[in-house]
């Protein structure tokens, strides 16, 4: 069964800082990597997907992705205290769609 | 953006007694998706259906059922309710044709 490990487990960056997170998958049959963000008490959020080698950015957000290593990162920069939240990455492969999670990083962002 | 419903929200229900939840969607999505959230953690799939009156296996199927009397409604069954599946579950959604699934509230279950 394929696993997902995120790290760090939790994160403290300052207001304005840059936040690093780390997500590797064990199946080299991965399709796509998820990133999504969860604020305590609601719903996961997808943030970006990615499902080629390189590099996406949208705005504060970029993810990169090493299919050869089956890593993922996921960084934000200038970060918010509304960025304060769980973040969760996830894979799927085939056509069920069905998502593998990690079990998170939670990113605290100082004021 | 899709639009995915449960209800309820939270229940607290007895050991060995039978639960169910209910999932709605509204957007005409192939595939529906039923997981759970211990604190703390990560979602872990338990079902899934990609057709009404077919449901699979995901990772975590013991101690659970799964049914998709139609496209918009998928439910989770707990026919003996344990301790151990006090946790916070979601239903996701999705069309065949593009790979992003729309998460639910999710509804809180807490098993006394």
């Known amino acids: 069964q394929q696993k997902v490990q995120q790290s760090p487990e939790s994160l403290i960056v300052p207001e304005g800082g840059m936040a690093s997170l780390n997500c590797t998958s064990s199946?080299?049959?991965?399709?796509y990597f998820w990133w999504y963000r969860q604020h305590s008490g609601k719903s996961p959020k997808m943030l970006m997907s990615i499902f080629s080698n390189g590099e996406k950015e949208e705005g504060r957000f970029t993810v990169h992705l090493n299919k050869a290593s089956l890593h993922t990162s996921l960084h934000i920069r200038d970060s918010q205290p509304s960025d304060s939240a769980l973040y969760l990455c996830a894979a799927s492969m085939g056509n069920t769609g069905k998502l593998t999670f990690g079990d998170g990083t939670v990113l605290t962002v100082k004021p | 953006e899709a639009a995915v419903t449960q209800s309820p929200r939270s229940k607290v229900a007895v050991t060995g007694g039978k639960v169910t939840l209910s999932c709605h969607q509204t957007?005409?999505?192939?595939?529906m998706y039923w997981y759970r959230q211990d604190t703390g953690h990560g979602l872990r799939l338990i079902h899934y259906?990609?057709?009404?009156?077919?449901?699979e296996k995901g990772d975590i199927p013991d101690g659970y059922k799964a049914s998709r009397p139609s496209q918009e409604n998928f439910s989770l069954i707990l026919e003996l309710a344990s301790l151990s599946q006090t946790a916070v579950y979601f239903c996701?959604?999705?069309?065949?044709?593009?790979?992003?699934?729309?998460f639910g509230p999710g509804t809180r279950l807490t098993v006394l």
């Open positions: 957007n005409n999505h192939d595939y």
């Open positions: 996701a959604s999705r069309t065949g044709g593009a790979p992003e699934q729309y």
């Open positions: 199946d080299r049959n991965v399709d």
């Open positions: 259906s990609y057709v009404a009156d077919s449901t």
